[in-house]
């Protein structure tokens, strides 16, 4: 019985990414970034009074090029933590978690974020995020990010996520991702 319930919870990801980096100072990069594969599992369920809240592993396998900015260069970890509330077409949520982050100048950094998401038709979710990174790199600087995005669901596997923003705190930069998501398991 318990195995049944892990499973049923269970969701795995894989997120390969078109990167795009437009630094203030500098030529704008595009390309392939750093595959994600995750897996999350909720251990408390939402009810009317409680969020939902679960773990979301992952790792970033260096596919994208380090040298143009669009990956790391190293295998990474992220160790977080995540909670979501839903009311109607409203859905919010986030949370925090520590990245392991291996590599000569690296440093293990810390993430927190939110967002908040409204569903706009039966395929189509919009919106808006915040969130805060400590240093990535021995002497760089924190930053605190916001973006705009949306979700399109081709259907319950698949999935193109598209976020855009800029930094509000920290060195000035814009930010864009875009990525294709396939989603499986049996859980959701």
């Not at 990167?19 to 030529?27: D, E, Q, T």
């Not at 190293?74 to 109607?88: E, R």
Request: proline share 6%.
């Amino acid at each position: 019985m318990f195995v049944l319930g892990v499973i049923t919870n269970l969701q795995l990801h894989l997120i390969a990414p078109i990167a795009f980096v437009a630094p203030a100072h500098g030529s704008t990069r595009f390309g392939y970034g750093d595959t994600e594969l995750g897996a999350k599992y909720r251990f408390i369920e939402e009810t009317p009074r409680c969020p939902q809240i679960g773990m979301f592993p992952h790792v970033e396998v260096p596919s994208g090029d380090r040298e143009r900015r669009l990956g790391s260069g190293h295998v990474q970890a992220f160790l977080p933590l995540w909670l979501q509330k839903s009311a109607g077409p409203w859905t919010t949520y986030g949370g925090g978690g520590y990245w392991i982050n291996p590599g000569a100048e690296n440093c293990n950094w810390w993430f927190v974020g939110w967002l908040l998401q409204r569903q706009m038709t039966a395929k189509l979710a919009l919106g808006a995020e915040v969130f805060h990174e400590t240093a990535q790199e021995k002497g760089g600087e924190s930053d605190t990010q916001f973006n705009l995005g949306g979700i399109f669901d081709f259907s319950e596997t698949y999935h193109l996520l598209a976020s855009a923003g800029h930094t509000i705190q920290g060195p000035s930069a814009y930010q864009g991702y875009i990525a294709f998501q396939l989603t499986f398991g049996p859980g959701k």
